[in-house]
């Protein structure tokens, strides 16, 4: 069983920076996918960035390509979302996400992930 913790939300003003943690219990294999997804009062839950971990290959959504920046510690078991440039419109709930299998246009959808963490806040002021 796998079971994700996230951390490290929290209040900026716009152009400022966070970065999120997601600590992994449970055995996470190379052959796994994980991501970041968001949820704003009100809308559907998103997909912001996912890592194949075998060879570290990270994917994007447009709207947050050249800002954030996904990345894995293998030794710590971490994942993290270093979140740059953030603007109003980046303020929402964060979420980690894990499946065992590789990332795949699917995987953008959160009912491709089985593990879920409990989410962060994240909230930029203008």
């Known amino acids: 069983q796998v079971q994700l913790v996230e951390s490290g939300g929290g209040s900026v003003q716009a152009g400022g920076s966070l970065r999120l943690s997601c600590a992994a219990s449970g055995y996470i294999s190379s052959h796994y996918c994980m991501g970041w997804f968001r949820q704003a009062p009100g809308k559907k839950r998103e997909g912001v960035a996912l890592i194949y971990l075998s060879g570290n290959i990270e994917f994007y959504d447009n709207s947050v390509k050249g800002r954030f920046a996904i990345s894995r510690d293998n030794a710590k078991n971490t994942m993290y979302l270093q979140m740059n440039v953030l603007k109003p419109e980046d303020t929402a709930m964060y979420y980690c996400?894990?499946?065992?299998?590789?990332?795949?246009?699917?995987?953008?959808?959160?009912?491709?992930?089985?593990?879920w963490g409990q989410g962060t806040q994240v909230t930029v002021a203008s």
């Open positions: 996400a894990a499946q065992g299998d590789y990332c795949r246009g699917g995987s953008w959808r959160e009912e491709f992930f089985s593990y």
